[in-house]
């Protein structure tokens, strides 16, 4: 093919023709170690207002993964049309082959190949570009593998090239969770026993965790396992979803007994052990009984030295042991990063959400009056129940610790509900308060002012606490997406952690939080997206100024690490065992430990001030609208009203443009719902970026009318340019670019498409013209707009 031809064909056949036959012929399997258009990300979701878009610009996908075996990428291969430099995708694919940790990354433009190793020998380029039958062959980019994780040993292969399960719906690891899982299996290789991963909440720890287990499991690195968590439902909801391949080789701890039988043991600690020597039934096995032991949320109670679980693990000593978690810890007196090791992986908040795994969110803080100017009762002022109330200044750190007004509580509910009523009134929403008390109070609120809502259904309002059995019976329920109700919790720990509630729209702070920790595992309630249910973002509602902690530099950052506190100094507690009586109750959450409360209900409480903030393109929270961030966007993208009136009249397909701002992640349906239905597009593009007067589609459409444009076509040719104006009139230029229109009335009457565009205009190149020369009227204003 000579050079001229070459420069017409498009990426996709560069590939076809020259780059797959040229892989191919360097004997990597095409089933097996070739995979095209991967997917590595779906980009960022953004959120203004109560509208949601996928930035699609930043969306990663590779031309080509190669893979050694389907659990092992080792190379990328990005592909480029031929007027492109052979190395012209080079950095893009060293981009791709970071995230997944690859050594060989390549680019090709069809002429040749342009290739970058990380592992290069001494005196070897780095970088080098070679012809396309010299590809390199599985075995050389399988040795850069190994040599740059550090790989060698025979049994060490093995183990690491053991493939991952396969279910029979075709899920398969993302991208990071593969990195965890190849990293997690390579250190094990290499003799490391104690390991620790940090992924943040709604990436699938436990699903990592399963693929782990499965790899070393059919290797034959291990034989019995042991999932140890704190929360009954993490043990319930891992044995029916992730671990479900295990099958009849899994069982649950219960009977306060060890059954040998079973290979793959998944435990809750209570169950494992307690306070007295007959409790602690790890001990009725031998000490080599279990060869991989998992710690699932490990910052809770396994870092602590005396806890329970770090008794478990000492026990197993001999055993590989994994700790996972969202929020690893370390301080005077806990540290799992000490006990497990510096992490072999760590995958944050912040990294989700720049991907698109994970939701994006909105925080709306809210102050209240009583709060932030404080409230001093008068002289001689008495309770609800006749005791006097000591004079001093309460303030947000009392409330519904110390002092509870009632009037605060209904103002709280009423604003909660202001906000469903507004946007869902059926989004999953927690509250998360202060105690069970308050728990109660609220969810009796809640009912007051959900009204007709709560009253024709009693469960649209629970309490889910741990003392409450009705409340617990409905925690399934709540976190099933095909369950409506309930569709409100309040709770005061128990939903804090490790509880999947993927279409969780709306986390309700009116609990005070000083814990890096706890804040983190709260948030992580909301961050699942959920497609098949329309949840991709959720909204924060904060009465306590938890949020702050957003501001944190430790927040989402490297492993919270609190330096040990001088002798004279508090150390920051440990997060509360369950097993003290510290004023929380066997689920977490904190029940009333003696702290008189003193009830007030005729003080009334108001709202000073509130602001709605959005995740901006740095990770950092701003108060912007989406109607700024389109204009910013537009004007990124067209610095000027003239640029962008050029750039659109020059199209043959306005389409074509309204496509390249959405994948910027400006939708005009978003716009249309600040500025108006009935605005144009290119009307609505001008008003927003440039504050242009908006003309409606009608009012272009009769602009076009009154000029007399149809009378050079026949009678049935302006039959359908007319009928075509109509449509824009009503639907927007998108759908009379699209053809499958004229099957649609009243052109059907007239013929069907294709006796329109080859009888009543005489072929598609003048039908198509004929659009364009539409067009041209409709946006012939915009020239001297």
């Not at 480029?80 to 090709?108: R, T, W």
């Not at 095909?482 to 009116?510: F, H, M, N, R, W």
């Not at 609990?511 to 595992?521: L, Y």
Request: aromatic share 10%; with cysteine.
């Amino acid at each position: 093919m000579d050079k001229k031809d070459k420069l017409q064909l498009s990426e996709t056949d560069i590939c076809d023709l020259f780059i797959s036959p040229a892989i191919k012929s360097a004997n990597w399997d095409p089933l097996t170690q070739i995979r095209r258009e991967v997917t590595l990300t779906p980009g960022p979701v953004v959120v203004r207002g109560n509208l949601s878009s996928r930035n699609k610009k930043k969306k990663k996908f590779a031309d080509y993964v190669l893979s050694w075996k389907p659990s092992l990428p080792v190379a990328i291969v990005e592909a480029k049309e031929n007027s492109f430099s052979v190395s012209h995708g080079l950095q893009q694919a060293l981009g791709y082959a970071e995230i997944l940790d690859l050594p060989s990354a390549f680019s090709s433009n069809g002429d040749a190949f342009a290739s970058h190793n990380k592992v290069a020998r001494s005196g070897e380029d780095i970088e080098t570009e070679f012809a396309l039958g010299d590809f390199p062959s599985p075995e050389e980019l399988w040795r850069r593998y190994r040599a740059f994780h550090n790989i060698e040993d025979s049994d060490d292969t093995a183990l690491v090239e053991q493939p991952y399960h396969v279910d029979s719906y075709g899920k398969e690891p993302r991208y990071y969770q593969i990195d965890a899982i190849n990293r997690t299996i390579e250190a094990i290789a290499k003799g490391q026993n104690r390991i620790l991963l940090v992924m943040a909440t709604g990436t699938g720890k436990t699903y990592t965790t399963f693929q782990i287990i499965w790899r070393l499991w059919k290797a034959g690195e291990v034989k019995r396992v042991l999932f140890l968590a704190d929360r009954n439902i993490l043990v319930d909801q891992t044995l029916v979803n992730d671990f479900k391949p295990f099958g009849a080789v899994m069982t649950k701890v219960k009977n306060r007994k060890v059954d040998p039988a079973y290979e793959i043991h998944l435990a809750l600690y209570q169950a494992m052990t307690g306070p007295d020597e007959s409790d602690k039934i790890f001990k009725s096995v031998s000490r080599d009984f279990f060869d991989l032991i998992v710690v699932d949320e490990c910052h809770r109670g396994s870092a602590a030295e005396d806890s329970a679980w770090r008794e478990i693990l000492e026990y197993f000593d001999s055993a590989i042991q994994i700790g996972m978690t969202a929020t690893p810890k370390e301080t005077e007196y806990v540290s799992n990063i000490t006990y497990f090791s510096e992490p072999v992986y760590t995958y944050t908040l912040k990294e989700g959400i720049e991907d698109g795994f994970l939701a994006p969110y909105k925080v709306i803080r809210i102050d209240i009056d009583r709060d932030i100017d404080g409230w001093t009762p008068p002289e001689g002022m008495t309770d609800d129940l006749g005791y006097a109330v000591e004079r001093r200044e309460y303030n947000q750190q009392d409330m519904d610790r110390i002092l509870i007004l009632n009037q605060r509580t209904k103002l709280v509910a009423e604003r909660v509900m202001k906000l469903l009523r507004a946007t869902d009134p059926m989004s999953k929403t927690i509250i998360f308060c202060e105690d069970i008390d308050h728990a109660e109070r609220m969810r009796r609120a809640i009912v007051n002012a959900a009204g007709d809502l709560a009253r024709d259904n009693s469960k649209y309002v629970m309490r889910i606490t741990g003392d409450s059995a009705e409340g617990k019976a409905e925690l399934d329920r709540f976190i099933d997406p095909e369950e409506p109700y309930p569709v409100i919790a309040t709770t005061s720990q128990l939903l804090s952690t490790g509880v999947d509630a993927k279409t969780c729209k709306l986390i309700v702070l009116d609990r005070t939080i000083n814990s890096m920790t706890m804040f983190k595992q709260i948030i992580g309630r909301g961050t699942r997206i959920d497609e098949d249910n329309n949840k991709y973002f959720f909204t924060i509602m904060d009465f306590k100024k938890a949020t702050k902690l957003f501001r944190d530099p430790d927040f989402d950052g490297e492993p919270v690490i609190i330096y040990e506190p001088d002798d004279d100094d508090d150390p920051v507690p440990p997060d509360p065992d369950p097993n003290d009586d510290n004023g929380f109750d066997e689920d977490g959450d904190q029940y009333d430990s003696g702290v008189k409360k003193i009830r007030i209900s005729g003080v009334d409480a108001t709202i000073i001030a509130e602001r709605i903030e959005y995740i901006g393109p740095d990770g950092q929270l701003i108060t912007e609208s989406y109607r700024e961030f389109a204009r910013k966007r537009i004007k990124e993208e067209y610095r000027s009203l003239d640029e962008f009136i050029r750039t659109w009249n020059a199209s043959d397909r306005k389409q074509a443009i309204i496509d390249e701002l959405e994948e910027r992640g400006i939708l005009l349906a978003n716009l249309a719902e600040e500025v108006g239905h009935d605005i144009g597009d290119f009307d609505l593009l001008c008003h927003v970026a440039y504050d242009q007067p908006p003309l409606t589609r009608r009012e272009r459409a009769n602009g076009v009318k009154k000029r007399n444009y149809f009378a050079k076509y026949g009678e049935q040719a302006r039959a359908v340019l007319e009928a075509l104006l109509d449509k824009y009139a009503d639907e927007g230029v998108s759908t009379i670019e699209q053809a499958k229109v004229l099957k649609l009335k009243p052109f059907s009457d007239i013929g069907t498409p294709v006796e329109i565009i080859n009888t009543v205009f005489g072929g598609k190149s003048v039908y198509e013209k004929a659009i364009r020369e539409l067009e041209d009227q409709i946006y012939g204003q915009a020239n001297n707009e």
